[in-house]
T-cell receptor
Framework: DTEVTQTPKHLVMGMTNKKSLKCEQH?????MYWYKQKAKKPPELMFV???????INESVPSRFSPECPNSSLLNLHLHALQPEDSALYLC????????????FGDGTRLSIL | GIQVEQSPPDLILQEGANSTLRCNFS?????LQWFHQNPWGQLINLFY???GTKQNGRLSATTVATERYSLLYISSSQTTDSGVYFC?????????FGGGTRLMVKP
């Protein structure tokens, strides 16, 4: 689903670095999501934003900090990550509500050294 | 939380063969989606199908919500169909994925 754009596509960072993942959609969707996917596993929900407000946090460690500056943008700020945080991070959006389909970006493949 | 189980976990097909993938879920849901994740990690929407039957080219899907299962049917498979097929169900705003079916289509 190329209507959700994620940058960067790949990111390698050390455990002491601070970096951010970016997600953008211009479909007028009002719900946005972050998922984490480890190798050979299904995606797992991390955060849900609804109308730019955080509505679900699936007990994610505080070294992951989401931000929704406006209805089109979703960021994930990373700080002091661990090697086990290496994964594919997927962003998704949906019009709003559980009856609407979610559209996924191509993901950011993150490696922690 | 809701449980989503997919079968089979792995499938190897010869090009041109047909196959049926199954998704069982443990509770009533508002939404069900089928995705194909290609070898590059892209998660591609195949169907949004909370109930009924839909077809798109060689693919079709059927969801029987009252019996809590969905089927994805792939006909005349091609090597480009290889990858992992996920079903995912929504309760509220939370999308829960099944474990996936890993499909390899051999030429």
């Amino acid at each position: 689903d190329t209507e959700v754009t994620q940058t960067p596509k790949h990111l390698v960072m050390g455990m002491t670095n601070k970096k951010s993942l970016k997600c953008e959609q211009h479909m007028g969707h009002r719900a946005m999501y972050w998922y984490k996917q480890k190798a050979k596993k299904p995606p797992e929900l991390m955060f849900v934003y609804s109308y730019e407000k955080l509505s679900i946090n699936e007990s994610v460690p505080s070294r992951f900090s989401p931000e929704c500056p406006n209805s089109s943008l979703l960021n994930l700020h990373l700080h002091a990550l661990q090697p086990e945080d290496s994964a594919l991070y997927l962003c998704a959006s949906s019009p709003q509500g559980s009856i609407q389909p979610q559209h996924f970006g191509d993901g950011t493949r993150l490696s922690i050294l | 939380g809701i449980q989503v189980e997919q079968s089979p976990p792995d499938l190897i097909l010869q090009e041109g063969a047909n196959s049926t993938l199954r998704c069982n879920f443990s509770d009533s849901v508002n939404n069900l989606q089928w995705f194909h994740q290609n070898p590059w990690g892209q998660l591609i929407n195949l169907f949004y199908i909370p109930s009924g039957t839909k077809q798109n080219g060689r693919l079709s899907a059927t969801t029987v919500a009252t019996e809590r299962y969905s089927l994805l049917y792939i006909s005349s498979s091609q090597t480009t169909d290889s990858g992992v097929y996920f079903c995912a169900v929504a309760l509220g705003n939370m999308l829960t994925f099944g474990g996936g079916t890993r499909l390899m289509v051999k030429p």
